[in-house]
């Protein structure tokens, strides 16, 4: 891949450094340093969606006009008058945006918890107002009661668990956990909560923070029309290290609670469907990333560790979901 000739894409001037950074699991990322300025270019790795790159673009350009306390990215045009450059020999799209200023948060502080939580409130407060039909020539990424079809190159996760590297006892779990799933969506009152657009993949991976306060929020690629609570789930226990993790005593996940309500209130119903959300959300990305592997885009290793990842929330929630409700409804009030 020559990353040169898709940087000339754009105007950018004399490019001085091209580095790969560990900027999150599903595309390629890289800092592109120039002799005015700094910027990133990421190359979609895992999907050559157009319609989903320019959906993610729009949703960007209306958050670019809410007046929002943090910073969101904005995708550069470039000279062929677009923002997006995609390859004529394998179809990989490719966009660059400036480089926003600031590091990821630290969850397991009270502190920056509560600022994180509070950041995510006020952006689905702006996304709330999107109306549920707007880009929809574009149409739109699946919902995470969609999990099974979470990845367009899935179209049968059972049988693909059943020659995944690991043990019969753990594919076991993972059917289960499939089948109990669909049950709960099927005759839960899941889809009476409201919906609205989420971000999709709100982690510590796509926060940024200066000094203790929110800058920037990145990433909108899985940006879709979900229940209202789903982002909250995320932002608890649906990254790579859940924020029980961080902290056993659940102080860090009260917080980023408390933040959130402070912008965006939830009623008790939305509340007590977190523990589920959060499974729903691990479900979908054992999913995206069980695609990637059968791609060859993540190693058998990997592949392990995300099967471990999803197994290990189960059995935590299983314990101590009545503990992980309570806290969360104590924050909210």
Request: aromatic share 10%; proline share 3%.
């Amino acid at each position: 891949m020559d990353l040169k000739l898709i940087c000339n894409t754009w105007d950018i001037g004399r490019i001085i450094e091209i580095r790969e950074i560990n900027q999150g699991f599903m595309n390629k990322t890289y800092s592109i340093i120039t002799e005015d300025n700094s910027y990133i270019l990421r190359i979609y790795e895992s999907e050559s969606d157009i319609t989903k790159v320019r959906r993610e673009y729009l949703i960007l350009e209306y958050l670019s006009n809410c007046q929002l306390s943090f910073e969101v990215p904005t995708f550069i045009m470039n000279h062929t008058g677009d923002y997006l450059y995609q390859s004529s020999e394998n179809g990989t799209i490719s966009i660059l945006m400036p480089l926003l200023k600031g590091i990821n948060p630290d969850l397991s502080d009270a502190k920056q918890a509560y600022e994180a939580g509070k950041a995510l409130g006020e952006l689905n407060k702006a996304l709330s107002r999107l109306s549920e039909d707007v880009y929809k020539d574009l149409g739109r990424n699946p919902a995470y009661d969609q999990f099974r079809q979470f990845h367009p190159l899935i179209k049968g996760i059972d049988k693909i668990v059943d020659h995944l590297p690991t043990s019969i006892a753990k594919k076991h779990e993972l059917h289960k956990i499939f089948q109990q799933l669909d049950k709960e969506i099927d005759n839960s009152y899941y889809h009476l909560l409201g919906k609205q657009y989420i971000h999709g993949d709100y982690t510590s991976g796509n926060i940024l923070s200066i000094k203790g306060k929110i800058t920037g929020i990145i990433d909108f690629e899985f940006c879709c029309y979900d229940v209202r609570p789903m982002d909250l789930a995320i932002a608890l226990g649906g990254g790579p290290t859940a924020l029980w993790e961080m902290d056993q005593s659940l102080t860090n996940i009260g917080m980023l609670t408390k933040g959130y309500v402070s912008v965006t209130p939830l009623t008790e119903n939305e509340l007590l469907y977190i523990p589920f959300l959060i499974r729903l959300r691990r479900a979908a990305m054992f999913v995206y990333f069980t695609a990637r592997y059968v791609k060859g885009l993540d190693s058998e290793n990997w592949m392990i560790g995300i099967i471990d990842w999803i197994l290990a929330s189960e059995a935590w929630l299983i314990d101590n979901k009545d503990r992980l409700i309570d806290k969360i409804i104590q924050q909210s009030r």
